[in-house]
């Protein structure tokens, strides 16, 4: 009987305590509810605006579309800088290349990286953010980068994937300034400049900036903060060479400074977006809840940062500066090299990829609202607002995009405007075909098309004449191309400017050599070889 009672008790013991297990699962969602949050959250929005549920994706133009065809012309064999203009790092190409030789060049692949590409911001954000101010206010900015910023293009272009690098590279100091974190900083410095020149030269010059206003927090010796520079611009350059040596060795160090450096320089116009975005038109015809996010935008990134560094400059001098100090003056230092970097050459891409710093050190000055009550109210308000933004994106696009069509790319939906040209490209050619599209390289990528001439298109300009233009006709000769895609807007002037010369020409060309067989309700043409 003593045995049974002992058996019993034993048998007691060995149950599982199903109670503390669930109290376990709750204490973990109420610490960790802000990450669940976004783990779940984040990537089901930006599920919502590029794919139809199950897996149907939207095709989303911009600018990414030259990225897509780049890696496309690679898998063909070709070569950036030397078989097709490239006038940025050939880091997003590769990017595309090896996602497209893994997976297929599909429309899903795209969206997905855009997809992936948005989720690691979002959390990027929430990091930068955790370390100026608490975990539940830091959900903020990453909701304010997501829905504002990111969620209202989805260009997953160079510019991202560069300023990505560069903010992992800084949030690498913002803890310690050990010699390991300096060289993985300066590492990640050199991969954003695989992506964006002039975004990795901004990131190592902030990181060099940083190290000297570290000086002044833990007061360590020049010739301590020297070496760590010196550490700093070794990584850079060592991770930028090798990443690069196979692109020099191809086309040689000339072309490739030339193609980076003077290239964009003479040929792309620098001046048109001087301290204000150069697509003024979009202010113009633009809704009022667009022109007051974009001006909210665009008053933030010019005073978030330089508000910041005043802060924390007040703070030295007063000789009240904290640890968190430091890691507000890194991020707004970061922040002020990538305005700096832009600011000649404005757009609202350039300005909304260098907009985090700015989004986060907006919040935190929002933390330093000493009236509890408003500074609730405030972010009452901006949350609702966000959420009405983020519902109002996802039903705008599917509004704008309601045409499925099976292309060589995989189905997909399609504007009006793309609904009705690629059917009657598709019927007329076959995937591997030459194809010259003149006015935007969109085509190329949902139709497994390729482009016969080394430019990305041919276009009215005011910059000086890029040299590449004149032997378009000679490439498309050469190719015997047999349809071409004709924009009416290459036969109007630039503000006033008359066509290039070349334009002329192949113009010209266009009418000996080809018939014009069909035009569409945009007024694009088919021009057909004789």
Not at 432 to 459: A, H, I
Not at 481 to 510: E, M
Not at 511 to 527: C, G, L, M, P, Q
Request: with cysteine.
């Amino acid at each position: 009987m003593e045995g049974t009672v002992i058996n019993a008790r034993s048998h007691f013991m060995r149950q599982p305590d199903h109670s503390q297990e669930q109290s376990g699962f709750a204490a973990f969602g109420r610490r960790y509810w802000i990450e669940l949050v976004l783990l779940i959250c984040v990537p089901l929005y930006l599920y919502a605006n590029l794919f139809v549920f199950p897996n149907v994706p939207f095709l989303i133009e911009g600018d990414q579309t030259f990225f897509w065809q780049y890696a496309l012309r690679m898998l063909h064999g070709e070569q950036p800088y030397r078989d097709f203009l490239q006038f940025t790092p050939p880091g997003l190409d590769i990017l595309y290349f090896f996602a497209f030789k893994l997976f297929g060049t599909y429309i899903w692949v795209m969206n997905a990286a855009s997809l992936i590409l948005g989720t690691a911001l979002c959390w990027m954000c929430f990091y930068l953010a955790k370390q100026l101010m608490g975990r539940n206010l830091a959900l903020l900015p990453a909701l304010l980068f997501l829905v504002l910023v990111y969620g209202g293009t989805l260009e997953a272009t160079h510019h991202w994937f560069s300023v990505l690098a560069a903010l992992c590279s800084i949030s690498m100091m913002m803890p310690a300034r050990t010699v390991g974190r300096v060289i993985s900083a300066g590492v990640l410095a050199g991969v954003a400049s695989f992506f964006t020149q002039t975004t990795g030269c901004a990131a190592v010059i902030g990181l060099l900036l940083a190290l000297l206003w570290s000086r002044s927090f833990d007061e360590s010796r020049w010739k301590a903060v020297f070496f760590q520079q010196m550490v700093l611009l070794c990584a850079f350059g060592a991770i930028w060479f090798v990443l690069s040596i196979p692109f020099i060795s191809s086309v040689g160090w000339k072309s490739f400074c030339y193609f980076q450096i003077t290239f964009p320089f003479h040929h792309i116009d620098a001046t048109r977006g001087l301290l204000f975005p150069g697509d003024r038109e979009t202010l113009a015809t633009g809704s009022l809840p667009q022109l007051a996010q974009r001006f909210f935008m665009y008053c933030l990134l010019l005073f978030a940062c330089p508000l910041a560094l005043v802060i924390c400059l007040r703070r030295r001098l007063a000789g009240v500066l904290q640890d968190r100090d430091i890691r507000v003056a890194f991020l707004a230092i970061m922040g002020q090299l990538f305005f700096l970097e832009i600011f000649t050459r404005l757009n609202w891409i350039r300005l909304y990829a260098a907009s985090m710093p700015a989004i986060v050190l907006f919040v935190w000055k929002l933390e330093l609202v000493r009236r509890r009550r408003l500074r609730r109210c405030l972010m009452i308000v901006l949350y609702c607002s966000l959420a009405c933004l983020a519902i109002a994106q996802i039903r705008l696009r599917r509004r704008q995009l309601h045409q499925v069509a099976e292309l060589p790319a995989g189905r997909a939906f399609l504007s009006d405007k793309d609904y009705e040209e690629y059917p009657w490209i598709m019927q007329h050619t076959r995937p591997g075909d030459y194809f010259l599209q003149t006015s935007w390289p969109n085509v190329y990528p949902p139709l497994d098309l390729r482009s016969p001439v080394f430019v990305e298109g041919l276009w009215p300009d005011q910059t000086p004449a890029s040299p590449f233009g004149p032997p378009a006709i000679e490439q498309v000769e050469q190719k015997q191309v047999k349809y071409i895609l004709w924009s009416p807007l290459l036969d109007t002037p630039v503000n006033g400017a008359n066509q290039q010369g070349y334009l002329r020409a192949f113009r010209a060309y266009l009418t000996s050599h080809y018939a014009r067989v069909h035009v569409f309700s945009n007024r694009d043409e088919i021009w057909q070889r004789q």
